[in-house]
C-alpha cells in the first residue's frame, strides 16, 4: 500500500482478464475501484494480460480472479507454476487473492472433468471439484463470518466443491446450491476461504452488488484495510440504497421459489 | 445422389405410423393451432418411433446444410432457404426457430411422402448447438454453418467452451465446415472438418474500432479457442467479432476468408462479393454476417449472383426491423434482444446509440424463467457497454419486478447520473408507459422481452389516454 499524503491507494493485479472474462466479472473489477473511492482510498489497478508476462507478485496487494473457462484453468495453472512458487510466498505472507466462479477450481487440489481426465490445481484451497455433467444455474444467497449483512448474487455451476475437513468455507448459503453435491451438509457450505486467499461461487457481479462485502474483502484482504470503515456507518448505507433495495427485491423472489438443496439439484 | 445408407433404410411400420401421425397432427396444427405446428407433430412422431429421423429416404446429404451457432442461426436458416428456392432449387426447411430434434422431424415429415420419401432436393436445417451432434448423427449433412459461438444462456450452456465441446463432436473429416473468418471460436472448428469455407467482412465496415479499448480500462476480450491465452483484435465488427489474432500460438483470422462482403454502402443499402453488387436489406452490423454466410454456402452450391440479390432484394427477416407503437407524441421503437446473451444486448444498444437524436430508454430485463429455477441474472449487462447509449438519453426507466435496481446499477457503473434514472418496482404497463409519457423528448427505445413489449404496446393507447 502506497500511503500518500491524503489518499491511500492499494495495487491491485486484474489477473488475465480476457482469459478469465465470463459471466460479467469484469464488473467486479469496476466495483473495486468505485468503492475505494467511495471510502476516500484508490485502487491502482495493472492487468496481467498473458499467460508469459511476469507476475510482480512483490507489487500487489491484491490478486483479483474472474470467473473462466474451466477449459482454460490448466494453462493459467501453468502460468503461474512458473512463477517458481512465488505465489506460494505470496499467500504465505497472507497478501490478498479474490477469486470467483469455475475459477475458484483454479486453487484446488485437483478437477476431474466429465471426460474422466483429472488435473492438478494449485492446491492452495483444501478441496476437489467434479464436473458437472451440466451447468446449474440460480440465485445464491450466503452469509459470511463476521459480516451482517446477507451477499446477493447468482451461480453458474460448472463443477460441484468438496471441501476437505478442515477446509474452511467462506460462509453459509442462505439460498442457492453453494459449493454443490457432497454428503450430509456440505450443501449449505459456500466458497472457501484460507487466510487471505477468498474464493465465492456468487457472480452479479458479486462485489458490485455487494458493498458491504466489498468492503468486508478490503478490510480483511488489503494491508491497512481495516481502518476502513464499519458496514453499518450510516452515511455509508445512504450511498448503498440501490444496492439494499437490490437484495431485498431479489430476497423476496427467492422466497416464492423456496430453499433447494444439493438433493434436488 | 441420394444418400446409400437411407436408401437402403428398411421402412418398418413403426416409422410409417409415425410419420402419419405426425402428417395429421400438422394439419390439425394447421388449422387449430398454428403457433404448435413447427415442434408438436414431430414431438408425437418421435413418442412413437424414437429413431425417426435415420427412417427418411431421399435425402441427398451432399445437399443437406445444418446452420448452427450462438447467433445469426433464424435469419441464417431464413435467408438462405430463400436465396435457394428463388434460384429455383426445392427446400424442406425449418424456418420457425424450432431446431431441436423435434422441429427437424416435423420439418422433415412435413415435405415427406406418405412412404417417407423427402420431396425436395436441398434440406436446409437450423440446429440447435446442443442437439447438434445427436441430429447429425442421424442425419449426416455433410455441410455444416457455424455462425458464431458467444456467451449466451448460461444456465443451459454454462460457458462458450461447454458448447464448443458439443460442436466440435459433431464435426467429422467427411464435412464442409462453414466458419466466420472473424468469429475465432467459429473459426477454429475448421481443424476438424475435412474441408473448411470462410465467410467474413472486410474491415472497415461499420467497425468499432478498439480505441473503445484505451478508454475503457475495464474492456476485455476473450481467451484463444486453440490456446487459451488472451486474443488480440484489431477492430470490431460486432463484440469479439473482428479480424483478430493470438501471439502465443499463431491461431488469427485470414486477411481474406473466401467469400468476404466488401463496399459496404450504407446510403445505397448495397455491398459487394468478389466485384458483385447485391442489395443490403438491413443495415445493422449484424446482418452482414448473415449475408456473408448465406452467400458463401450458395456461391459454394452453384447458386448463381443475380440469383442471390434478387432474394436479397425480396428477403424479409422473421423478426422484422423495428417494431414500434405510438405513445402520445412518440414513437416508441422496440429493439430485440435475448436475456443472458451480451451480444445481442449489445447490438441493440448499439442500434440505440446510433440515434442522434436525445431519447428517452425504457428497459426492462426481468428475471431468466426459462428453465427452473427462475433466477435473477442480469451480470450480462456487465458484459455490454453502455457508455455510448448513456451520452444521449434525457431519462433511462428501469422497470420490473425484481431486477429494475440491478439494472439502475449497471447504468450507475456506465456513469449515467443517478437522477436521469427512474425505477419502477412493477410490471405494470400503465405505470410504466406514463413515466415515458412524461419526458420531453420523442424518441423512446425499448428493450425488454417480447412478451413485455407486446403487452406495453397494446397498453400504450390506454396509459396516454387515461
Redesign the interface.
Known sequence: MNNGPEKRCWNVLWM????L???????D???LA?QAETFGACID?RRV????EHIDFLWADLLLFGP?????LP??RDALWKEQGALDEYLAAGKGVFCTG?TGALFAKETHRADGSVWEGLGALDMVCRERD??????LVFRAPGLDRAVCG?Q?Q?VDTELAEGQAPLGDVLYGRGNGAGSGGAAAAEGAVRTGLVWTNA???VL??NPWFTLWLMKRLLPGGEALPETDDDDVSVQWG??T??AR??W???EK?GK?HASET | MANARQEKTKIGPRFLAALWVGKAAAAFARLVAPSKGSNLPGELALKLAPDMLTGFRGIDFEKAVFITGTNGKSTSTNLLAHIFRTAGRSVCANLEGANLKAGVCTALLKRATAGGRLKDEWLILEVDERSLAAIRAALPAKNLCVTNLQ?DQ?????????IYQKVKAAIAPDVTVYVNNEEPRSKSLERFAGTAVRFGVAAPVFRREDGARAED???????CPV?????DFGGYHLANVGPFSC??CGFASEAAGDFVIENVDAEARTFTIDGAAYPMPYTAAHFLYNYALASAVALSNGIAPADIARALATFENIGGRFETFALADKTVSYVRMKQEN?ETLQSALDVIAADPREKVFLVGLD??DDIV?????T?????CDFSAVARGVEKIICFG??????V???L??AGVPDERVE?Y?TGDEDAILRAAAACKSQAVYLITLLKKFEKLRAHAGVAVHE
Open positions: 488475465l482478464p480476457d482469459i472474462c465470463l459471466h460479467g466479472g469484469r464488473g473489477a469496476m466495483a468505485r489497478m494480460s498473458r499467460l508469459s473462466g473457462e474451466l477449459a482454460a494453462a493459467v469455475t451440466m451447468p446449474y444455474g440460480d440465485d447468482v453458474i460448472m457472480l452479479g457481479p458490485a452488488k440501490l444496492e433495495e437490490s427485491a431479489i423476496l423472489f427467492n421459489k433447494p | 456467451k448460461v444456465q443451459r450452456n454454462g460457458d462458450p467452451d461447454y480500462p475495464f474492456a476485455v476480450t476473450m481467451p490456446c487459451h491465452d488472451a486474443l501471439p502465443s451480451p428475471v431468466v429455477p427462475a433466477y435473477s441474472n451480470f450480462y449487462a456487465y458484459d419486478e425484481t431486477v429494475c435496481y440491478d439502475a446499477l449497471r450507475r457503473y425505477i418496482e
